[in-house]
């Protein structure tokens, strides 16, 4: 065990883990932000993937002593009110059912837009094919997409 | 809380008188006025909170200010019922939806009827009485308007939460006499609104709970986290056919923030259990400390020896054996269970079904045709992993978590702990998943089992690993078709030959049963040591895209269209049905693969694309759907799926066209790519890295969901789009490969021929 600092949402926070634990469950076990979801813990699944400085990463393979000194954003923290434009959009197409892995496909689609604004429809499903979703929602997914990509994105 | 009975008896409730003018009045009783009680209610929808909340019925209260809560009865597990109940509700109340809260509703057998996620029938079954609750307290709401002002009830109108009397110009909200009609005596009878009249049902609302999943607040049962809690997780046999042994649990004790490590039985021999008791488990390692990652590596670090359970091995052997097997082990693999279905099935069938004569009409035939159509095992791969909070003492449990079935959890856990039944209370968490697999409770029992053993509140949590390989699998199928056609291509006898381990997927009442004059169907089963249950779909989910595979090739034998091919038998069930059992209503059936046709424009030959059709009908719901795709470097592309749905009345458009749209995407993602294999009883996949679901980049590009408009009663739709889509996806791969497809996954028969062609 360790004292370990790291910035959540923009938030400094300590905790005292043992530095190899996943990023993972030191977010959901310690600082209690569940919105970010275990699903395989092999990263095969993209439920747990947040933003490591922007870029969209499976926390579940990230040793949480790793993310000190790094810029960590979940889903609690993509937008103060909940309205970032890909949020927005999935709201729109009413994307999900059972909604457990859409927060990990909402950040790695407010990441894939970061870098690519307006994504054709192959770089949409490379940048997503690692997000699994057993409720088959894809084609709304890709649709939210496409919608945010549209809109004013910063 | 101060509850008045009606002293009405409860379960009569349903009991309905049509009325000539086309309305509908229902007898009926319960019902509880009262003042509630403080809720917790959810400020999400930014609404001023009510001083004061009048309970009218155990389904809704109305707040002083005319917000309106509607408790969800069933389980929520992605089908949207926690959206499209209340909304059945809210039509009947007349009330503005944006003015609603939706609650879930715990598990209350004294109010609420089969709160159960399963078989497609939240809707169906809750449609009477969820219009009822509406009804009934739009009326005592009515009822008190009138006595305010001293006008007939007659004289009043309502619209969107607000009566007014037209002749004096009178008008006042809900939330203003809500405290006046939770006085009322409750009406014998009421009526309820025509279809013309609905505003609400058939217009497209959003998931009530959207604004929580975007912005991830917890909703689901792993995100429970309460003071004092422990993590829990289980050890289990490595493989089917095994048990526990012995093991070495010291040094796991020492590790940092372990606390406890022991073994439980589940379910003890005498034990009386439920049928949602599944488990091929009972006897489990369980590992208890402070946070789920110290608890993971304490696992991994545990040593545990497992042995043979001669109970379980023996009987496999004997079937080993009956399949001229030299090498039995009692431990199961698949190329045994393949010889098994092939060799030992077939020759122990029942006969299930018989119309005419079909020995002598396939004696007589000019040709018949044969085919064998097979499926793996499957596992259900909800995306949260089975796990339950349990907080039980000697004589109370506190339950909260994703179970599709409460009440009989409730029941096994009065059983198992013999704590009274109103001393245990299950919640229900909104459920990342469910497909059937959290209709078998038994990670909740063994929740509550472990929290009695420790004296304290723990969250129980399966690993991916656990969970996918914890059994209740969707069972393995076969199925053989024998056609018997005469010299002039007529179909003169039809024979199906079904079974699986450990389920046959036969419906031997449905189509093309009915439809052909000398009919014979029969079904067999073999054991296991491997546990199955119901997948989404059961039965159908295999049996639907084999029957649709083999008569597109009788079509083809015949030289008909597939879409007019099934066209005539359909006529001829409709006009000249065979026998009297016949489950499905040919001419709904006919009129989906009409829809459909036109919708996907079937007649025109104008497309590069491989087409393929189906059409079934199963959860009383029909669904036909055309799947246009290619085949790309021995990869299937699939450009677009049009499906045309009959489930009666659609309650919510958009969520329905969802539900359609991801059930057909699930059924071809498992049709292509999902299989759980084993060798010597160990499952060969444990995780997504070898356990194949549909991705993104093979997903089709496009899914069309058209919906026939015929004011029937609302029928299934989480299951029935499923099925069929397998057919379709079946008889394209064939029109893109010239390949028939009979063994699933069908990604393997694909990469298989496209070797063997290279060679």
């Not at chain 2, 009515?142 to 004096?168: C, F, M, N, R």
Request: glycine share 8%.
């Amino acid at each position: 065990m360790a004292e370990l600092n790291i910035k959540i949402n923009g938030k400094d926070q300590t905790v005292d883990v043992d530095p190899s634990t996943p990023l993972l469950w030191v977010l959901r076990d310690h600082l209690k932000l569940v919105g970010t979801k275990y699903g395989c813990g092999i990263a095969q699944c993209g439920a747990c993937t947040v933003h490591f400085n922007g870029s969209a990463v499976r926390s579940c393979q990230i040793p949480v002593s790793s993310a000190a000194d790094n810029e960590i954003t979940t889903i609690e923290g993509l937008s103060e009110n909940g309205d970032h434009p890909v949020q927005q959009a999935w709201l729109e197409q009413d994307v999900p059912q059972c909604g457990y892995c859409q927060a990990g496909q909402i950040m790695s689609a407010a990441a894939l837009l970061k870098r690519n604004p307006s994504p054709s429809d192959s770089e949409i499903e490379n940048a997503m094919n690692g997000n699994i979703c057993r409720c088959g929602t894809y084609t709304r997914i890709k649709a939210a997409i496409k919608s945010a990509s549209n809109s004013q994105i910063a | 809380m101060s509850k008045v009975k009606t002293g009405i008896g409860r379960r009569s409730f349903i009991k309905s008188v049509s009325l000539a003018g086309g309305g509908l009045i229902l007898g009926f009783n319960w019902l509880a006025c009262n003042r509630a009680s403080e809720e917790e209610t959810t400020k999400e929808m930014a609404m001023q909170m009510p001083e004061e909340w009048f309970e009218l019925n155990g389904y809704l209260k109305i707040g002083d200010n005319g917000v309106v809560t509607i408790y969800s009865p069933n389980p929520e597990i992605g089908q949207n019922v926690k959206t499209s109940m209340p909304m059945i509700v809210a039509e009947e109340l007349d009330v503005d939806w944006s003015n609603v809260i939706v609650e879930q509703a715990p598990l209350n057998t004294a109010i609420f009827t089969r709160q159960i996620a399963g078989g497609s029938q939240s809707i169906r079954q809750g449609w009477k009485s969820l219009r009822m609750a509406g009804a009934t307290a739009r009326q005592m709401l009515l009822t008190a308007a009138g006595s305010q002002w001293d006008v007939p009830v007659s004289e009043l109108s309502v619209k969107e939460g607000v009566i007014t009397h037209s002749g004096s110009g009178k008008s006042l909200s809900y939330g203003e006499i809500a405290k006046a009609a939770a006085q009322v005596e409750v009406p014998v009878e009421v009526e309820l609104k025509n279809n013309d009249d609905f505003n609400i049902i058939g217009t497209p609302r959003k998931n009530v709970d959207a604004k929580k999943i975007v912005t991830g607040q917890p909703l689901y049962g792993l995100d429970t986290y309460r003071e004092g809690m422990l993590i829990a997780m289980i050890v289990q046999p490595p493989a089917f056919g095994m048990q526990f042994k012995t093991m070495d649990a010291e040094k796991v004790k020492e590790m940092p923030g372990i606390t406890d490590v022991f073994t439980i039985n589940t379910y003890p021999e005498d034990m009386e259990k439920e049928w949602s008791d599944v488990t091929a488990f009972p006897k489990l390692v369980v590992v208890v400390g402070e946070s789920t990652w110290q608890v993971m590596q304490a696992k991994k670090a545990l040593h545990v020896e497992w042995d043979l359970n001669p109970e379980l091995t023996k009987e496999i052997e004997i079937l080993e054996k009956s399949a001229g097997m030299e090498d039995v082990s009692g431990l199961e693999s698949s190329p045994v269970h393949s010889s098994l279905m092939a060799q030992v099935g077939p020759g122990e069938s029942e006969v299930v079904r018989k119309n005419g004569n079909p020995e002598k009409a396939f004696k007589n035939a000019a040709r018949v045709i044969e085919r064998t159509y097979s499926c793996p095992f499957l596992a259900h791969n909800c995306m949260e992993p089975m796990n339950f909070f349990a907080d039980v003492t000697d004589d109370h449990a506190e339950l909260y978590g994703p179970i599709q079935t409460p009440e009989f959890a409730e029941k096994s856990v009065n059983k198992r702990l013999g704590i009274d039944l109103e001393n245990i209370d299950v919640k229900m968490s909104r459920m990342g998943g469910g497909f059937g697999r959290r209709l078998y409770g038994n990670f909740l029992v063994e929740a509550a089992v472990i929290s009695k053993k420790l004296g304290k509140p723990v969250k129980l949590v399966y690993s991916r690993e656990d969970d996918m390989t914890n059994g209740v699998y969707r069972p393995a199928y076969q199925v053989t078709y024998r056609a018997a056609l005469d010299g002039k291509n007529n179909i003169t006898a039809f024979h199906v030959n079904a079974g699986g381990i450990t389920e046959s997927p036969l419906f031997a009442n449905r189509f093309p049963a009915g439809a052909i004059e000398n009919y014979l169907a029969e079904s067999w089963t073999i054991n296991s040591n491997i546990s199955t249950g119901a997948f989404r779909a059961p039965r159908s989910n295999f049996i639907a895209g084999a029957e649709q595979s083999f008569l597109d090739e009788l079509a083809e034998e015949t030289g008909k269209d597939p879409i007019e091919f099934r066209l005539e038998l359909l006529e001829k069930a409709k006009n000249n049905p065979v026998g009297e059992d016949n489950d499905y209503d040919a001419g709904r059936y006919a009129g989906v693969l009409k829809l459909v046709r036109d919708k996907a424009g079937w007649e025109s030959n104008n497309t590069n694309l491989s087409r393929g059709v189906s059409a079934y009908y199963c959860h009383n719901s029909y669904v036909a759907q055309i799947l246009e795709m290619t085949v790309e470097n021995n990869e299937p592309v699939i450009d677009r799926v049009t499906c045309a749905v009959d489930c009666g009345i659609v309650v919510n458009p958009e969520a329905a066209k969802n539900m359609v749209e991801g059930g057909t995407i699930d059924g071809i993602g498992h049709a292509l790519y999902s299989e759980i294999t084993f060798s010597d009883g160990v499952p060969q996949q444990n995780n997504f890295d070898t356990y194949r679901l549909i991705r993104h980049k093979e997903a089709p590009a496009k899914v069309s969901v058209y919906f026939v408009e015929n004011g029937i009663d609302p029928t299934g739709l989480g299951e029935p789009p499923f099925p069929p889509v397998q057919g379709a996806l079946a008889n394209a791969l064939y029109r893109a490969t010239g390949k028939r497809f009979y063994k699933q996954p069908f990604i393997s028969e694909l990469k298989n021929e496209s070797r063997t062609l290279k060679t």
